[in-house]
């Protein structure tokens, strides 16, 4: 009998919102396992990031080495930002090491958001985040070091904790960085719900949404073998581009 596959996600510790999406993306032919990354300070907000997020970055080989133990398909960092902090190179680097070190495959959300990007076979991108303007504009330099062309982008108003937003903020970011010359939208932040506005505002937009989320469980079932075919979500997770 074969056994079942695991898939396992490293979730920063503030956020609230993120093990739910997962479950509710979850099929039954394989399981999903958490670990919780290591920060400290006002979790989800805007202030102090940077700090988190080279926080989380400096314990990883602590959290591959725990969640290494449940013997996962894959193992996916499920936080965008430390990506910005890391940069393209540093990235790179990271993710050669802790494969070699752990054996096992190690992802990052913006690294599968790369990935689905160049599968569904876009260049021009629309993107938006709930983060800073310092934050955003490295996600923008970081899509570009990537070879996309940012068409549009920008920030959502009034963020005072990234956990406290909704799929309906989400929605209206997604109709906020729209553009006629963006092919693709993406929308960056794991701890931002998005997973229950992709549907719907492809259908309003005309175009395929990537959110942070939806991409790194894509990438993780891509990873571990596991057609993607998830309803509900968005055309990403439905199968249309495995």
Same mark, same amino acid.
């Given at each position: 009998?074969?056994?079942?596959?695991?898939?396992?996600?490293?979730?920063?510790?503030?956020?609230?919102?993120?093990?739910?999406?997962?479950?509710?993306?979850?099929?039954?032919?394989?399981?999903?396992?958490?670990?919780?990354?290591?920060?400290?300070?006002?979790?989800?907000?805007?202030?102090?990031?940077?700090?988190?997020?080279?926080?989380?970055?400096?314990?990883?080989?602590?959290?591959?080495?725990?969640?290494?133990?449940?013997?996962?398909?894959?193992?996916?960092?499920?936080?965008?930002?430390?990506?910005?902090?890391?940069?393209?190179?540093?990235?790179?680097?990271?993710?050669?090491?802790?494969?070699?070190?752990?054996?096992?495959?190690?992802?990052?959300?913006?690294?599968?958001?790369?990935?689905? #990007?160049?599968?569904?076979?876009?260049?021009?991108?629309?993107?938006?985040?709930?983060?800073?303007?310092?934050?955003?504009?490295?996600?923008?330099?970081?899509?570009?070091?990537?070879?996309?062309?940012?068409?549009?982008?920008?920030? #959502?108003?009034?963020?005072?904790?990234?956990?406290?937003?909704?799929?309906?903020?989400?929605?209206?970011?997604?109709?906020?960085?729209?553009?006629?010359?963006?092919?693709?939208?993406?929308?960056?932040?794991?701890?931002?719900?998005?997973?229950?506005?992709?549907?719907?505002?492809?259908?309003?937009?005309?175009?395929?949404?990537?959110?942070?989320?939806?991409?790194?469980?894509?990438?993780?079932?891509?990873?571990?073998?596991?057609?993607?075919?998830?309803?509900?979500?968005?055309?990403?997770?439905?199968?249309?581009?495995?």
């Amino acid at each position: 009998m074969q056994k079942m596959k695991r898939l396992g996600f490293l979730i920063p510790p503030g956020n609230p919102n993120t093990e739910g999406e997962i479950i509710k993306m979850s099929g039954p032919e394989y399981s999903v396992h958490f670990t919780r990354m290591v920060a400290f300070g006002e979790t989800g907000s805007l202030s102090g990031q940077d700090e988190r997020n080279q926080s989380q970055i400096d314990h990883l080989d602590e959290n591959l080495a725990l969640m290494s133990l449940v013997k996962p398909s894959v193992i996916a960092m499920a936080h965008t930002a430390n990506s910005y902090t890391l940069a393209k190179a540093g990235e790179a680097e990271l993710v050669e090491r802790l494969e070699k070190q752990f054996q096992l495959p190690f992802i990052t959300a913006f690294g599968s958001v790369v990935t689905a #990007l160049r599968k569904i076979g876009v260049t021009n991108i629309a993107f938006g985040t709930p983060y800073s303007e310092q934050n955003t504009l490295r996600c923008k330099r970081l899509l570009e070091d990537y070879g996309f062309k940012v068409v549009s982008f920008g920030n #959502l108003p009034g963020v005072n904790n990234i956990y406290d937003e909704t799929p309906q903020r989400a929605g209206q970011l997604m109709a906020q960085v729209d553009s006629s010359g963006a092919d693709a939208i993406f929308v960056s932040g794991v701890g931002m719900p998005t997973i229950e506005a992709i549907e719907q505002a492809e259908k309003n937009l005309g175009k395929p949404i990537v959110s942070s989320i939806a991409a790194t469980m894509w990438n993780s079932l891509r990873i571990a073998g596991i057609p993607s075919n998830i309803q509900g979500y968005g055309s990403l997770l439905s199968g249309k581009f495995n």
